[in-house]
């Protein structure tokens, strides 16, 4: 942010407009929380989503919360990650702040949640049920950088499923299957067309794999673990294919987001840089952080140090190529500009990139033009690509290599 920009926040304080966006980015979160209408009782009745939340604080023994919409609309959006980007960022906070949950202690090495409770979670449609709390939920809200945001908690005494679970066939064959392993469960649902949010549902509420190794999975761990086995599968195939013909850049600006693409015609590899501009949620300082990790042709064995986003962005790209079947060396940028204020899931990264590799790419004929492209679609020169990019400088030092010996056997 710069020191202009600074001042005018100091100003305006939310309430003059004078950055001319038509909400305040740094007030909006505390507007969507009070928005939300509290129950008046400890007794609540209606649909879930289904909405389910699994904690890590404290594993093997975790915090399972189910929750129920305070407000109206049409409940079986809440869940709906996939259909997200087509609403503003701030009502999909408002929506998912307005979830009242009902919160228990469980271990996950034991069947402490229900078999109706479970059933009613990975159901395709809203299920309705009855809660009684111990007491009033609290304003707070519960903000996660995995996980979209969720509303208030309070202590559940008893959940009750008053509505019958709807659950496609391929969801209920792989959660009465007891003999196959999580892995193929979770490709089989893929491949049937069951989208990646239900598929990660299920597995954080224990509804994949073995039965004698079911358990329930914290969210976190579930949603990292779903987009990494099923681009880890794509990938596998993609390497069957020929590569790309040409360079391609794709650019896609989405809610103070910039995401590019760069698809280089070799044999895959993988890279996730972000640049995180100051006063942002993640970066308070006043400069801007740069971060990225990437991968080879055989894949890693480590986690990537970006986390979530880095295989919800993998996912996209692997899904993009098995499209065209072709593989190529993909580059990924990010750029998280200052109006970006709230943690909102790693769902935003997956979807954004869909969405990227949906438009159509500009194609170049070598790597020093796709560069020039990218110098001029981002905030950050490219200087600071050449540096951060392992892949960038590979490809480059490949590129001069080629090109030197080119002309020592075209000067024989």
């Given at each position: 942010m710069?020191s202009?920009?600074?001042a ?6 939310g309430?003059?407009?004078l950055c001319g966006k038509?909400f305040c980015p ?6 969507a929380?009070n928005d939300v209408?509290?129950?008046e009782?400890?007794e609540?009745e209606?649909?879930t989503p289904?909405t389910v ?5 404290g594993?093997?023994?975790?915090r399972f919360?189910i ?9 079986s959006?809440?869940e709906a990650q996939?259909?997200?980007?087509e609403k503003?960022?701030s009502e999909?906070?408002?929506m998912?702040?307005s979830?009242?949950r009902?919160?228990?202690?469980v271990?996950?090495?034991r069947?402490d ?5 479970r059933l009613?979670?990975?159901?395709r449609?809203?299920?309705e049920?009855e809660?009684?709390?111990?007491r009033?939920?609290n ?5 996660d950088?995995?996980?979209?945001p969720?509303?208030?908690a309070?202590?559940?005494e008893?959940?009750?499923?008053s ?5 496609p066939r391929p969801?209920e064959?792989?959660?009465y ?7 193929d469960?979770?490709?089989y649902?893929?491949?049937?067309g069951v989208p990646?949010?239900?598929i990660?549902?299920?597995l954080s ?8 190794q ?9 949603i ?6 099923i681009?880890e599968r794509?990938i596998?195939k ?7 013909s ?6 896609w600006?989405?809610?103070?987001n910039?995401f590019?693409?760069?698809i280089?015609p070799?044999e ?5 840089i972000e640049?995180?501009f100051p006063h942002?949620?993640w970066?308070?300082?006043?400069i801007?952080?740069?971060?990225g990790?990437?991968e080879g042709?055989r ?5 990537a140090s970006l986390?979530?986003c ?13 499209r065209?079947?072709r593989?190529g060396?993909a580059i990924?940028i990010?750029e998280?500009y200052?109006g970006f ?9 997956r979807e ?14 070598s790597?020093?033009e796709?560069?020039e ?6 905030r950050l020169?490219?200087?600071v690509?050449l540096e951060?990019?392992?892949?960038i400088r590979?490809?480059?030092?490949q590129e ?5 010996l080119t002309?020592?056997?075209q000067?024989?």
């Amino acid at each position: 942010m710069s020191s202009r920009a600074a001042a005018l926040c100091l100003k305006c304080r939310g309430a003059k407009n004078l950055c001319g966006k038509p909400f305040c980015p740094l007030m909006s979160y505390w507007k969507a929380l009070n928005d939300v209408r509290l129950p008046e009782t400890t007794e609540l009745e209606g649909p879930t989503p289904p909405t389910v939340f699994v904690g890590r604080q404290g594993y093997p023994k975790v915090r399972f919360s189910i929750g129920v919409p305070a407000t109206g609309g049409d409940p079986s959006f809440y869940e709906a990650q996939e259909k997200w980007l087509e609403k503003p960022l701030s009502e999909i906070l408002r929506m998912r702040l307005s979830l009242i949950r009902g919160e228990t202690s469980v271990d996950v090495r034991r069947a402490d949640v229900p078999e109706e409770v479970r059933l009613a979670s990975i159901s395709r449609e809203p299920v309705e049920v009855e809660m009684n709390l111990s007491r009033k939920p609290n304003l707070k809200a519960l903000l996660d950088l995995f996980s979209p945001p969720l509303g208030p908690a309070s202590p559940v005494e008893r959940i009750r499923v008053s509505g019958e679970p709807k659950l496609p066939r391929p969801v209920e064959k792989m959660y009465y299957s007891l003999d196959i392993k999580a892995s193929d469960a979770i490709m089989y649902l893929y491949e049937s067309g069951v989208p990646v949010s239900q598929i990660q549902r299920m597995l954080s509420t224990g509804s994949l794999g073995y039965g004698f190794q079911r358990r329930l999975v914290p969210t976190r761990w579930s949603i990292t673990a779903v987009d990494s086995t099923i681009s880890e599968r794509l990938i596998e195939k993609i390497k069957e294919y020929d590569t790309f013909s040409s360079y391609l850049f794709f650019q896609w600006r989405h809610e103070d987001n910039n995401f590019i693409a760069i698809i280089v015609p070799r044999e895959w590899s993988y890279e996730w840089i972000e640049a995180w501009f100051p006063h942002t949620m993640w970066n308070p300082s006043s400069i801007i952080e740069v971060e990225g990790d990437h991968e080879g042709y055989r894949g890693r064995t480590t986690y990537a140090s970006l986390g979530g986003c880095y295989y919800a962005a993998r996912l996209a790209t692997a899904e993009y190529m098995l499209r065209e079947k072709r593989q190529g060396t993909a580059i990924l940028i990010r750029e998280i500009y200052e109006g970006f204020f709230s943690p909102i899931g790693v769902w935003f990264v997956r979807e954004n990139v869909r969405q990227l590799y949906r438009t159509t790419p500009e194609r170049f004929d070598s790597l020093s033009e796709v560069l020039e492209r990218l110098g001029r679609a981002t905030r950050l020169p490219l200087h600071v690509w050449l540096e951060k990019s392992r892949l960038i400088r590979d490809l480059t030092r490949q590129e001069t290599l080629l090109s030197y010996l080119t002309r020592s056997l075209q000067g024989r």
